[in-house]
């Protein structure tokens, strides 16, 4: 009888021990916390012209997040692509500057992000320089950026209008048909008035050696 209480009593002990560990390995675990992913912001392209539009992606932020786009720029250096004039056909050069805007592009903006931390915005620049667009989360503080050089436009005068009247384009062959025309025509007249000469001389001699 003492034997099989005592026997009795491990069992309930052991049931009472096991018990939470069960309801604990039944119960459903939370989702693992993943990091959520770093914030990024991106241009369609690294190289642009005065004028041409910068598309900016920015990933990463809050859902439904105000996102403020702050803008600086810096001068171009001298090693930069396009800097240098470029030459036309005739050896003269073309000079690059900027073209004149009436209104400079804002050094600050603000873009909606939509339910996935996303959103698009397009800025077209109004003078040449290095930029850098930093983007930073209003609620999250998430912050990134990107760089883009943007190069002047040719100008084809010493007036930087931004507009190209055609009086300063390359030589062409139409251009260079009233010279040869009038070279045509010395050549022409050369040879006729030799052709001449050396018929004089001829009939010249002839009359003088004939008899009379």
Known sequence: MRLSRIIMALTA???VVLAPTAAGAAAPQP?????????????????????????????????NETVDFDVSVAPLAA???GQAPARRSDGSTVAMAAVAFPQQAPRHFTA???AAGRCTVTYRPTEPGT???TATGRESGRTASATVIVLPKKKHDGKDDGKDDGKHLPVTGDSMGTPLKVGGGLVG???????????????????????R
């Open 79 to 81: 090693s930069v692509p």
């Open 13 to 15: 002990g052991a049931a």
């Open 31 to 63: 989702a693992p916390d993943y990091p959520p992913k770093p914030p990024a912001l991106t241009a369609n392209r690294t190289t642009v012209k005065v004028g041409q539009p910068i598309v900016l992606t920015c990933t990463g932020f809050g859902p």
């Open 112 to 114: 909606e992000t939509n």
């Open 131 to 133: 930029y850098t667009f």
């Open 189 to 211: 007249a050369g040879a006729v008035l030799m052709l001449g000469s050396l018929v004089w001389r001829r009939r010249n001699r002839f009359g003088m050696g004939s008899p």
